[in-house]
C-alpha cells in the first residue's frame, strides 16, 4: 500500500504558528525528509487596519489561529517528527493512544485556498497562444479576444480584447475563458 501526500491539520500553541513553521522546516530540513513533508502552510490573509485619525496599515490575520496545515504522506517518522517539534501540541482528527489522524479532504483545503486567494487544482485549458477565447465571467463576460500569453504558475491569460476601439491586454484567470471554434 503506497501513501499518497494528504494535508493535516497540526494544533499549536496560539500565537506562535510562525515560529512552529519555521521550527518544523528547520527540523525536515535537518532530517531530510522533504520527500515526505512537502508544504506547510499557516492560512493568513492580509487585512488592511483603518483607525481614526491614522493612516491605514495592512496587517496579516490568521484565518485558523492555534492552527497550521501540513502537506505529507503520513509516516512513523514524519509523524513523530511533527508531534516532537517545539510549540505543537498535537494533530486534529487523531484520537490519542497512538492513532495517526485523519487527512483534510480536498474539498475543504480547496475552500481555505480560495479564501487566501491561491488554488492547488491545476485547471486543463483547451486553447493556447494565439488562439481565440471567449470570457465566460466577470466585468469582461461575453467578449471574445485573442490569447497573447499564458502564466501556468497563476493560471492566467493575457487576453487582446477590444475596448473602446483599442486592443488592450487583460488578465483573465484560465478558468474563465473557453476557446471558441470557428
Known amino acids: 500500500m503506497t501513501e499518497s501526500k494528504q494535508w493535516y491539520v497540526v494544533n ?7 515560529r512552529v513553521k519555521e521550527n518544523l522546516q528547520a527540523r525536515v530540513d535537518s532530517f531530510g525528509i522533504q520527500d515526505v513533508i512537502f508544504k506547510i502552510l499557516v492560512a493568513e490573509v492580509e487585512e488592511i487596519e483603518v483607525k481614526p485619525n491614522k493612516k491605514p496599515m495592512a496587517k496579516m490575520t490568521n484565518l485558523f489561529p492555534g492552527y ?32 495517526k489522524p485523519f487527512p483534510v479532504s480536498e474539498e475543504e483545503m480547496e475552500n481555505i485556498f480560495k479564501r487566501l486567494g491561491i488554488s492547488e487544482i491545476a485547471v486543463i485549458v483547451s486553447f493556447g ?6 470570457i465566460t465571467s ?15 504558475d497563476l493560471q492566467t491569460a493575457a487576453v487582446l480584447i477590444s475596448l473602446f476601439g483599442r486592443e ?14 470557428l
Do not use: C
Open 129 to 134: 497562444l494565439k488562439d481565440r477565447v471567449r
Open 12 to 18: 499549536t500553541y496560539s500565537g506562535h504558528e510562525n
Open 138 to 152: 466577470g466585468p469582461f463576460s461575453g467578449m471574445e479576444g485573442t490569447v497573447e500569453s499564458m502564466n501556468n
Open 68 to 99: 497550521l496545515f501540513v502537506q505529507m504522506i503520513m509516516t512513523d517518522e514524519a509523524w513523530y517528527i511533527i508531534r516532537n517539534t517545539p510549540g505543537v501540541t498535537g494533530f486534529i482528527g487523531s484520537s490519542g493512544g497512538g492513532a
Open 168 to 181: 488592450t491586454p487583460t488578465e483573465i484567470a484560465y478558468i474563465d475563458l473557453e476557446k471558441v471554434n
